[in-house]
Nanobody, 121 residues
Framework: QVQLVESGGGSVQPGGSLRLSCAAS????????MGWYRQSPGKQRELVAA???????NYADSVKGRFTISRDNAKNTVYLQMDSLKPEDTAVYYC???????????????WGQGTQVTVSS
């Protein structure tokens, strides 16, 4: 059994910062990929940022230069540092990871429960 537990969401004024964390736990052999998605009302869930086990990163154009994704492989944790936040960043943010469980030969995709980020004055 594998779980992704997110933390760090909240409310902030435009221009402010927040840091999201997501820790994977359970019977984990390896984590290939970790990322963050977001979904706001009436919109599809979209990729925000992703990072591979080797440290390669990918960002949505809308967050480049403002958000930074990082991971601690020893702690099975991924972070999203969000700076210069804008009202349009308001959404539920979901952690996502591709994980190989102990004793398994293939990876499955897991999702966190989501954490609300609200940017408003």
């Amino acid at each position: 059994q594998v779980q992704l537990v997110e933390s760090g969401g909240g409310s902030v004024q435009p221009g402010g910062s927040l840091r999201l964390s997501c820790a994977a736990s359970g019977s984990i052999f390896s984590i290939n990929y970790m990322g963050w998605y977001r979904q706001s009302p009436g919109k599809q869930r979209e990729l925000v940022a992703a990072i591979t086990s080797g440290g390669s990163t990918n960002y949505a154009d809308s967050v480049k230069g403002r958000f930074t994704i990082s991971r601690d492989n020893a702690k099975n944790t991924v972070y999203l540092q969000m700076d210069s936040l804008k009202p349009e960043d308001t959404a539920v943010y979901y952690c996502n990871a591709e994980i190989v469980q102990l004793g398994w030969s293939f990876a499955l995709t897991y999702w966190g429960q989501g954490t609300q980020v609200t940017v408003s004055s």
